[in-house]
């Protein structure tokens, strides 16, 4: 009996002991609480009470407000600490959209840790604030995006042209004011959202020339191909440069060889066009230096693909850090969401709802985005550990004697049982886009095209017995018994033996490619005599009868 | 307690049980104030911190042929938006009495839950509700309004972009 | 208003009508509570049989009943467990929503905003994990002091629904939260549900007779996991399953009383004759004021028949400090795990994406590793065995020996040593051997799937285990030693496998020594 009162006793106190701190730990020890007591209003304290921005078009109810005060709705008065402050101005008002629509984390959180999303088994943690314009992705798709060089070079024309003494330009420029006789035009930085008068240069060009004096004064006229990059740069203004250059970036890697985004581009890797939402729950962060963050994880991960991910095909990419830095930002800016329609942004729609592509259609972005990665920048071609070498297609040697239906069908169709596949498909590129990539190819090589022949596709008669003597002891060794392929490209695909004409190898095989193994048999060499034509053409009749291997 | 009447002790009723138990007291005592301070905890659960409804403050944009005391009602929310020659301004169309959405007509709103009647102004003129349709405090930029329905302003307050 | 004529009735009339308000709240009082402060044997009994929560108590308790080593409170804790699962639970059902999503998201406001949210669902889940080792420990004290012999078979077999229905409760809350872990675990076990049909398609039955499909079907409403899954789930956990085990409670409460009390030795009146205290009172010493013809008709025994009333006191306050503490205590245990560790809420349900490993709450987990041998043995056969096997014990245990007493019986506690060091035995060398060399299927792949149903762990051990137990009995002639010996091995088989199931299997249901080293993939 009185074992059972001192247990009744013992137990209901500390009961109620771990009630006492359960309270104050709720509702005197949080974190958010702390914080809000020490913002002031403009009419005194702020009260202290949990916070939220509810959106429920976008499914969000961001509690994030809670600490960082100042950003909720009719909060705009609270100072104190710099948590406190508000969100510097943006078109997307916080109080309306909410915060991690842009920013990812978790919005239903009230914690730290757990709001920016640092915690386990939340897969959306907040992204690095020096790559928030990743979270742009979340609705936005930026278009018309050229390769790296062609951006680089519309910006610079754009600054050659003074633009930015009347403009404003994601932050730059804009400075000539009407209060120093000058004058401001509009801010440009979303010009490729909110489009842009076509017309802009006539009425420019119209206004100086009937200005007397003042600013309109100074504008001189512009090239036609200043006008196109003009007009590239302003197309791609969406108030989120980083973001665009870092999609430039993408476009000139060859990324689009093997990965597809938004379902167009190779096979070979898997498809990223959800990869921002990769869940750091799921990666290993073994191989990865650094805190555990995504950020981390992409960087090496395009630095050491094989060494982050076992087993990853994917070779490492030969680009400096910021352009490293740049990649990551536009992976963790994959992370399209489903969207109301009221929300959806007019280039989503365009690329959504009208089919537009997702990059700039030109030969040099299409080349970059889609063949750079195997076949090199400048089509230097590339040789990585463990694979069979990628051809050089900037070699003079081959764009000399190689006329455009070679490259054409050769794009189109790829070679199959090899890693070149063919890009006329619904996933791949589109025929007049083909026609873009196949006269950039040419334009490495200076853009000659070769002579004219007047011969038909097949023409050698030659002796192919013969032929296969020669080859045996002369090609065998890198092309492969039977022209299957080896250290040199396989010889009996079917798609080569069909859009090479009898000429395109002939001359081939007579004047070889210079910086590559591939020998002009013409000329002789230490360690054989050279080939005769009668030789040369014997070789290809040879190689015409070769039965035609996918591998 | 003084009604229980005091039975004869007997073998069946032998000695009480010792009045001032006070471990058994303390016991008791202590548990009843564990519970009630659980129970006031539970208690406070069901009332919400935070509600789910989206913010008072909303945008919309007045078509430019809104004649002057004609009503637009912007989809989704009980305001009434006017615009005339002294500016803009906006009027809650829930009914004072309880609660109901009035309906705009020639002369002013009209409540069809309880009959409340309101003049064009808000002012009541006829039925149970106590009090005029509050105006909310708008303001505007080219031809979008804001509206806050969180904000009453004092009737007649117009504003001119 | 017209002026009274003021007469002396008038005015003791209203004076009346002054004093009964006053006196309004003192009067509620005794109404309610009629016999005033329980201070005497008397006025106590009739507080405990005039009140309608406390009248399920006998009037007075027996002093055994009350020994901390008679029942260690282990009953009264699952009820303590069940109550504050009862009432946190109403109060998650004022946030939580049940459908897809808008569940998970309700669960992360219960833990972020909701004032004493978080608390109470860690109170919810605890008192969850409380109240089945409760259910457990509570049966495995019934058997081991023989309680369920004669008159007490029936009420074991409610404790056998008791145990099932909680279990059930456990399982079915699991999917409400409607993350990673709750999908793939309840996946897993509505494809157990659906595992006959490892049998009927060995037999090529399953077109015509297809049990299984039939369960998952139920289970799930749908051929997926999904809303109407969830709204099951619901539904079962909040109104079904309580009610069942409202039901079962009140029958298995009552029973107590009229299988007259608690079991005790039969020498318990002696046993504590050697330390009789003051504190008990002679009762029933004269004729009793009142007739008990009721007890003409009640067959069976009540508290008293047959014993000395001089061993029991009164149950106020006596049995009622005991109950109160064993609830705070049971608070207490739930509170404290509460504040130490929140309950797991992992990512968003997503069929896409499996959880690996997808673990089902702990104590499924020993039938999660027989299920990864044979889905159908593993989480059908073997616990339809098993819970078979616990319902027949007191119809085939008739002997005497031993009631009330802790390993009471032929064999005893020498017995229970032994079959606690073969029943742990069996199962981890069984289950090293299958870890190290495999199972039929890795040697014979193209084996028909009716021997591996067959012939698996699962089945050796139940097997194993069934001839230990027969060994027993033939060796104490007495079936209570099989019993013994029987229900020993489950229990520790349990255990091992629920051990190995929580800490030693990794993704793919691999042997792990340990979560740290789990691949990352």
Redesign the interface.
Known sequence: M?KN??L??LS??A??LL??W??VEENFLKEWRRIQAEGRGEEGPVAV????????HLGK?D?CVSCHVSMG??EQGVAGAKILVPHRAVVHDP??YGCTVCHGGQGQATEKADAHGDVPFWPEPMLPKEMSEAGCGTCHVPLDVPGQAQLQAAARAFERLDCYACHRVDGKGGTVRPDQGGMEGPDLSRAGLAGFDRDWYAKHLGKANSAATGPWKTFRPVSESDLAQVALFLRTRMAAPRLVAAKSTFLSAGCLGCHKVSGVGGDDGPELTLAGFKDPGQVSFEQVPGPRRMKNWMAEHFRAPASVVVGSQMPPAPLAENEIEQLTLYTLSLRRKELRDIYLPKDRIRAVKFGEREFASDGATLYGAFCAGCHGQDGQGRRLPGLVSFPSLANPDFLAIAPDSLLTRTVEQGRPGRRMPGWLKADGLRPEEIQAVVAHVRSLGGGTLPPSDPRPARWVAGDAALGRRIFESACAGCHGPQGKGGEGPALNNQVLQESATDSFLVETISRGRRGTAMAGFEEPSPVRPALSRADIESVVAYLRSLPGGKS | ?T??PK?PRS???????P?RDW??L???W??G???L??LA??L??????????????FRVALPETLPAGEPFLPPGRAVAIFKDAEGAYAISTICTHLGCVVKPHAEGFECPCHGSRFAASGEVAKGPAPRPLPWLKVSLSGGVVTV?E?TEVPHGTKVAS | MTPVASGPEKKDALQEFKNSLKAAP?HVL?TAFR???P?????RSTFVFGNVFLHLHAVRTHLWSLRWSATMGLGIMSVSAFLIAL??GV?LM?YYKPFPDAAYLSMKDIHF?????R??RNLHRWSANVMVIAVILHMARTFYTAAYRRPREYNWLIGIGLLVVTLGLSFTGYLLPWDQLAYWAITIGANIAQSPREVTDALNLTEHFDPGGLQRLLLLGSDQVGEEALIRFYLLHVMILPLAIAALMAVHFWRIRKDGGLVRPADADEQLARQRRDET???F??AP?KTYHLAAIVRGRTANVGRGPENTVPSM?HLF?AE?GVL?VT?LVCLALSLLSDAPLKELANPNVPENPAKAPWYFLGLQEMVSFSAFIGGIGVPVIVLLGLALIPYLDRETEGTGKWFGGPGGWPLVRLSLAFGLAAPILLEAFAIRFGWLREWFPHIPQLIVTAINPATILTAVYALYSLWSIRRYQSVRAGALALFTCFLCGFVVLTVIGTYFRGPNWEFYWSPADWPKH
Request: charged share 20%; net charge positive; proline share 10%.
């Open positions: 009185k009162k001192c009744l006793l209901s106190a009961v109620l009630l006492v359960a309270a009470q949990l916070r939220q921005v509810v959106n429920p109810a509690r709705p009719g109080a309306e | 307690m009604t229980t039975t073998r069946l009723d032998p000695d009480p049980v009045r471990l058994g303390a016991s008791l202590t548990t104030a564990a519970l301070f659980g905890g539970m406070k659960l069901p009332k919400a911190a935070v509600l789910a409804s989206p913010s008072k403050k806050d969180g | 003192r005794e016999t005033g402060p201070t005497t044997d008397r006025t009432v946190t109060m004022f905003v909701v004032p004493t949210g608390l109470i009172y002679p009762v010493t004269e004021v306050p400090y109160l705070m608070l």
